[in-house]
């Protein structure tokens, strides 16, 4: 399988010791390429570069990639502007707008200007303020080969906080039930997981749908994103705007698809065995940094 790894960054002071660490403990057995994307023009500087380069790999590329807001979307109906939202009010102001386009970046990686992913059969994501704490013993890549799940993640599973959803939780998936109860309703779609059969019949589904075992660092097939399903899927997702209206992830985008598609993710156990540290380099650099044009 053609292979490749991707972050979307903006923690300058993490991504260098985010990389040494991917290669240390992983990358320096099998040298899978590297592709750092990013907005504005954070790691154009060749001196960098060459830096990360000469300490870490040659196989590491950094590439710029464009954003914007789509026009549909009027400046009050952006996430950051709904002060109605107890999240929007405590962490969320204008200044994480780039938050927002790195949501719609990764959700439509396959296929976004400038990107490489279409030359791979599978690709990873990786945050840059992740880090390992040992070496992988497994090639995330090479189990995936060998599983029928179209997609694995390093982790799936809950993240519930005595037992229920955190607000924030219920703060970031506004509409997001409702809408794919809609998308599959309206398309005539079965989704292939028992659990999403459940829910369409549910009463309780707006609720319920917050304990499905959501993922995140993925390793994904890209024939799923060639499938026919997921263009439809991706293209009512944008033309619903709720990435930038209500602060969808591509955790949330991504997975509902896969249990839509799929029915099951291969569950790597990386961040349960604590292989996968995702706040390692996080002392270094806490909130991700935004773009430089927020009127974009
Ligand atoms: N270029 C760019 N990258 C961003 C931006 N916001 C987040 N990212 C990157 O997207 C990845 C995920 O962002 P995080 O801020 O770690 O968010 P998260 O992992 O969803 O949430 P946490 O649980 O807070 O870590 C990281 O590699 C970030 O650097 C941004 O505004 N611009
Ligand atoms: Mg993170």
Known sequence: MKACINYISSRSRC????????????????????????????YDSEVFRNEVRLQVSENIHFVSVPYKTPSFLKEEELYYNRLDINYVRRSFSIQRKGYLHMCNFTSNMY??????????????????????????????????????EVMGAFFVGQRLKNGAP???????????????????????ITPASPQLQELLESPT???????????????IK??????????????????????????????????????IYDGNIFDLGLVEDETLDQGMFRHMQDIAPSIKDIQR
């Open 15 to 42: 991504i260098k010791r985010s990389l040494q660490s991917l290669w240390d403990n992983y990358n320096k057995d099998y040298n899978y390429p590297v592709y750092v994307y990013y907005f504005d023009d954070i």
């Open 111 to 148: 296929g976004y200007p400038n990107t490489h992913f279409h030359k791979y059969d599978c690709v990873m994501t990786h945050d840059d303020e992740s880090g390992y704490t040992r070496p992988l013993a497994v090639d995330p890549f090479e189990i995936m080969s060998s599983r029928p």
């Open 166 to 188: 955190h607000q924030g939780h219920y703060d970031t998936r506004l509409g997001l039930w409702e809408f794919a109860r809609n998308f599959l309703l309206t398309n005539n």
């Open 205 to 219: 589904a707006e609720r319920d749908f917050h304990l499905l075992e959501w993922c995140d660092t993925y390793v």
């Open 222 to 259: 890209t024939e799923m994103f060639k499938s026919d399903l997921w263009k439809k899927w991706i293209a009512a997702v944008n033309e619903n705007g709720g990435i930038y209206k209500y602060r969808w992830g591509d955790n949330e985008i991504i997975t509902l698809f896969a249990y």
